[in-house]
């Protein structure tokens, strides 16, 4: 048993949690666009396009490591790589936060749009880097910044829904 087949649950879930509130994303984001006030592009790209991307990377990680790999080696390549390309889309993220202007962003808008999954990305690709060496403790660093991921985008998609039910409702 390769040290990928312990984790084959805990990818099962994750995925299929990630899988089904990126539908749901979906579903909520079409719902808000049909009202009379129409949200902000840039805020959207800013706050709300990164929320589906996270639940993507948990997808997408989860369905490589549930993958029959014979090693670690090639599946935490491109984890590795996934890891990367997610520090610099949250670097974009960052970007489009801070010259979006719908919207002026609070700490835990930082926190949880900036920090949190810059910090997961960073965790992902370096867990990467050591898995061949350390493949219990990168598949932990792998499982670790998915769960982050996960949560970012319950929290963020949680807050980007009253934002519009509550905020843009009274504007209205």
């Known amino acids: 048993m390769t040290a990928l087949a312990k984790w084959q649950n805990f990818y099962v879930i994750m995925g299929s949690s990630a899988g ?15 009202r009379p006030k129409r949200p ?6 800013a706050f709300a396009t990164p929320t589906v991307v996270h639940f993507g990377a948990v997808l997408g990680l989860s369905a490589l490591l549930c ?3 014979d090693g ?7 984890w590795g790589g996934g890891g ?20 002026k962003p609070e700490f835990e808008d930082w926190l949880f749009h900036a920090l949190l999954p810059f910090a997961a990305y960073i965790a992902l690709a370096v867990s990467a880097y ?9 598949l932990f660093g792998a499982g670790g910044a998915a769960l ?18 509550f905020v843009n409702q009274q504007k209205s």
Do not use: C, K
Request: proline share 1%.
């Open 84 to 103: 990367v390309l997610g520090i610099i889309y949250s670097i974009i993220v960052i970007r489009r936060m801070r010259q979006q202007t719908a919207y």
């Open 72 to 78: 670690i080696g090639a599946a935490a390549a491109i």
């Open 20 to 34: 089904a509130l990126m539908g749901l994303q979906f579903v909520v984001l079409s719902l808000i666009a049909d």
């Open 67 to 69: 993958a029959p790999w």
């Open 148 to 165: 982050v991921l996960l949560f970012v985008g319950i929290h963020n998609a949680w807050d980007a829904v009253t934002y519009h039910v």
């Open 130 to 138: 050591g898995a061949r060496s350390y493949s219990r403790e990168a």
């Open 40 to 45: 902000n592009a840039e805020a959207g790209h």
